[in-house]
């Protein structure tokens, strides 16, 4: 069948004929309805950032004024190192320097893009002009299509300048192994995957990225992003980060043996509510409610928990969000220290990324609920209260001893006022030691409390002065060395079990990690109503079994009935009840 041709409108197209468009420029204006439609209040979004207090006294209006503004545009530019310069010289030499006078529709002078100033080599790049600014202005044209050509070939990336931080303060060398535990829709990894290639004549690097989102649907649009790169260091899995399996590789040591993968450095990008996004998302000014840090809490708790046994004694991870709620942040921090106890630390990163103005994270923060009520610690919250609301990890720790001994003001807070960018919170952590809950780790305090438990009988010994007479003291000392060596046997059969215990732990060739968290295990239809076995088979002997063959359409005797337990069924059964729950009955055929 051939193909069909439709005729051909005079001035639209055919042989020989162009279609009559008018060029871009000379279309008409429409104005950008988007970002008007939404009102850009909260009365208690307002209500809840005044009173945790993490904006500076005097800088409230700026902040609100901040929020509503629309986001500049930044882009970076990507690729390995010698690539990437030679395109900065070309981004500067003939698109920069003839971007001169450039007005917006409302007649005001827009200056030129500028290098973000703490991101490094110059290859990040903001900019104060709107997307409407760059698709209609005339001035802009060719700079527009650059942006676009280059970005569909993969050599720049428009990202976020708050979402470049996580990447750089993870400190990546080419030989590290690296898991980013919610990577989609791939900007931060596609960072991680550069910084592998850092090393200018190295064709592989020794390391490599392992991308993962829970998401099935953004993990192709994570390999989009990161194929671009064309790196060999690269794979994506699709798995609950929470949950987060282990991975075996093999061995160095003997042949056919694997050892459980442990990761230099992990990314904990989690998911979050999103309030520092507001300026390129307003439609979160009318989604945003109290409750949703809350909810998002455990999950991210859980997801940093895992980062955590994943990563190696001495490997670093990164915990970020882009929303300024202390429950999503140091909240997180704060009950993940606490689990781990002396074994992870935060790192002070003040030194690094000269140029970012950042504010330091806070010690103290309130729990709000929907009627507007705030409380600051577990006991004041009413034991009728939602569950969400008693859960101590929201709180911050009691004990101001160990509060200060964690450190949060560590951690990173961004302002949208502060540099004209997105709200962010970046903190990083350092894993010591063995976790306390692993069998390494429990290995190794057993040593511990048994070197104190010695020292502590060995100064007792010393400090005990002896009433005996010189005829008594080889008695004496007999007694105490059989005392010592009691307890020596002890200790020694306690640092065995130490030694076992830890070659146990160590038996898959990395330390102090725990195992996989337990597979979600499938609901079944009834689980939930009743846990007993929900079928319940008479024998032939059984009492009630004549009276309920009579009154139900005269059975025979070749049917047994089986009976449902349902929430209206009970086990001691009556003919009053076996009336009301018929309907719960089935006939089973023999």
Known sequence: MGRRWKKKRPGHGGPGQRRDRPHRDQRQQ????????????????????????????????????????????TFRITGYKSHAQELLRRLKGKYISQLLDVTSEDGELLEKPQPIPWYPDELAWRTNYSRKDLRRSPALAKFHDFLVTETETGNVSRQEAVSMIPPLLLDVQPHHKILDMCAAPGSKTAQLIEMLHTEDGQSFPGGFVVANDADNKRCYMLVHQAKRLNSPCFLVTNHDASHMPNMTVPSDDADGATDTLAYD????????SGDGTMRKNPDVWKKWSPGQGQNLHNLQLRI?????????????????????????????????LTECEDSVELVDVSNKLAGLKRLSGVSAWKVMTKSGEF???????????????????????????????????RCIRILPHHQDTGGFFVAVLRKTKALPWTRQGKADRRKEEAAVTDEAKQSDTSATPDPAGEGDVSSETGAAAKADGKGSDTSQGEGDDGKKEAEAGNSNGSEGLARPPPAKKAKLAWEGSYKEDP??????DEELWPIMRSRTHSLTSNFWFAVTRGRSVQCTWCLRKLKTSYSTMRTVSR
């Not at 190696?312 to 300024?324: A, E, H, K, M």
């Not at 079928?535 to 032939?540: A, I, L, Q, R, Y």
């Open 304 to 336: 940093v928990r895992r980062g955590i046994e994943l990563l190696r004694v001495g490997g670093q991870l990164v915990y970020s969000t882009c929303s300024l709620n202390p429950l999503e942040d140091e909240a997180v921090i704060a009950a993940l």
């Open 265 to 272: 450095r992990v990314l904990c990008d989690v998911p979050c």
């Open 375 to 409: 409380y600051g610690s577990i006991d004041e919250v009413p034991t009728d209260r939602h569950s969400n609301l008693r859960r101590v990890s929201m709180f911050p720790p009691p004990d101001p001893d160990k509060l200060e001994a964690m450190h949060l003001d």
């Open 30 to 73: 429409r104005p950008n309805e988007w970002q008007d439609t939404f009102v850009k209040e909260n009365k208690d979004f307002e209500k809840f950032y005044k009173e945790q207090g993490i904006v500076p006294e005097g800088e409230w209006d700026k902040f609100l004024e901040g929020l509503r503004s629309p986001l500049p545009a």
């Open 535 to 540: 079928f319940v088979f008479f024998t032939e």
